[in-house]
């Protein structure tokens, strides 16, 4: 089960910290990875997570970080730096091995949480 949380509304500039809860998915096996969706565009990824490292997008490189704890069964992304651009719905997914999660074809997706970054 993936269920996310902490989405909220913060301005420019602000941090946010989202959490997934991935009971089930602690296996190294599992690649976590967080996708968004702003209105009017397709889903795309964030970060993932899996035994052999961190991967992120591009446009969120140095400003979000994505970890993992397996003794909690959560995955968090700590989003710092926050621009009106970062507006979306949040969602964390899990797939089974990192390609799924890279290719945006993960075998699980977790409901969403709202982040909307105002100027």
């Known amino acids: 089960q993936l269920q996310a949380s902490g989405g909220g509304l913060v301005h420019a500039g602000d941090s946010l910290r989202l959490s997934c809860a991935a009971s089930g998915f602690t296996s190294d096996y599992w690649a976590i990875g967080w996708f968004r969706q702003a209105p009017g565009k397709e889903r795309e990824f964030v970060a993932s997570v899996y035994y052999s490292g961190t991967n992120y997008a591009d446009s969120v490189k140095g400003r979000l970080t994505i970890s993992r704890d397996n003794a909690k069964d959560t995955v968090d992304l700590q989003m710092n730096g926050l621009k009106p651009e970062d507006t979306a719905v949040y969602y964390c997914?899990?797939?089974?091995?990192?390609?799924?999660?890279?290719?945006?074809?993960?075998?699980?997706w977790g409901q969403g949480t709202q982040v909307t970054v105002s100027s």
């Open positions: 997914a899990a797939g089974f091995g990192l390609p799924s999660i890279l290719r945006g074809t993960p075998a699980y």
